[in-house]
C-alpha cells in the first residue's frame, strides 16, 4: 500500500532564517506531488506540483520554492521566512492520471516569529 | 469573486442529525467533484467522489451534483461526534490540467 511521510511536523522559525521541508512516497512509482499551505481557517492553496523529477510548476509567486530531486521526494524550501510563511503545509501526491484524488500528509505547521 | 464557494460555519448540530453540506461554483469546466474530510491538525482525506449530475450514496454519506446550478451538496446521515471536522468540497477541470480547486472548508461540530 501507498504511504506518505512528512516532516517535521511542527517548527518554529524567526523571520529570515531558511526552511527545508520534506515529503517522501512510499508503495508507487511515477507519482504526481504537491506543496498546498492551508492558512488558518481558509482553504487550500497550492503552491507548487511535480509530475517527474526536476519538474516543478509554481502556482502563486513568493519566497518559497520546491525541488524534486528523486521520483518519491518533494522539498519545499525557503531562505528568508517571512511572518506571512506562517501556517499548515502539505504534501500531497496523486496517480499519475489523475482523476482528483488526493493523498495527504500528515502536515508540517510553522510558525514564524 | 472565488470560483468556489463554501460557508465557512461552524455548523453545530446534535448526534443523530442530518449534516448538510454545500459549495457553489462559478466555472461550468468542473467536471469532477469531490469531498474531502479534515481532523484537526491532519492532512485531508477524499470522502466522497462524483462526475455526473445526480446523487451517490456510501454508506451514511450522500453526495449530490446539480451542474445546472453548479451547486454540490454532502449530506451526512445520523450524525456521530466523530463526525465533527472540517469538510473541504474540490473540483477539478480536467482539460485545465490535473489541479484541484478547493472550497474554504465547513466546520461541523456533531454534539453528543
Known amino acids: 500500500s501507498q504511504t506518505i511521510h512528512q516532516w517535521p511536523a511542527t517548527l518554529v522559525q524567526p523571520v529570515g532564517s531558511p526552511l527545508s521541508l520534506e515529503c517522501t512516497v512510499e508503495?508507487?512509482?511515477?507519482?504526481?506531488l504537491y506543496w498546498y499551505r492551508q492558512a488558518a481557517g481558509r482553504g487550500l492553496q497550492l503552491l507548487f506540483y511535480?509530475?517527474?523529477?526536476?519538474?516543478i510548476s509554481s502556482e502563486v509567486p513568493q519566497n518559497l520554492s520546491a525541488s524534486r530531486p528523486q521520483d518519491r521526494q518533494f522539498i519545499l524550501s525557503s531562505k528568508k521566512l517571512l511572518l506571512s510563511d506562517s501556517g499548515f503545509y502539505l504534501c500531497a501526491w496523486s496517480p499519475l492520471v489523475n482523476t482528483g484524488e488526493l493523498f495527504f500528509g500528515e502536515g508540517s505547521r510553522l510558525t514564524v516569529l | 469573486q472565488k470560483e468556489v464557494e463554501q460557508d465557512p460555519g461552524p455548523l453545530s448540530v446534535p448526534e443523530g442529525a442530518i449534516v448538510s453540506l454545500n459549495c457553489t461554483y462559478s466555472?461550468?469546466?468542473?467536471?469532477?467533484f469531490m469531498w474531502y474530510r479534515q481532523y484537526s491538525r491532519k492532512g485531508p482525506e477524499l470522502l466522497m467522489y462524483t462526475y455526473s449530475s445526480g446523487n451517490k450514496e456510501d454508506g451514511r454519506f450522500t453526495a449530490q451534483v446539480d451542474k445546472s446550478s453548479k451547486y454540490i451538496s454532502l449530506f451526512i446521515r445520523d450524525s456521530q461526534p466523530s463526525d465533527s471536522a472540517t469538510y473541504l468540497c474540490?473540483?477539478?477541470?480536467?482539460?485545465?490540467?490535473?489541479?484541484?480547486?478547493f472550497g474554504g472548508g465547513t466546520r461541523v461540530l456533531v454534539k453528543p
Open positions: 511535480s509530475v517527474g523529477i526536476g519538474q
Open positions: 466555472n461550468s469546466a468542473f467536471q469532477y
Open positions: 474540490a473540483m477539478i477541470n480536467k482539460a485545465a490540467g490535473n489541479k484541484l480547486t
Open positions: 508503495g508507487t512509482s511515477n507519482p504526481n
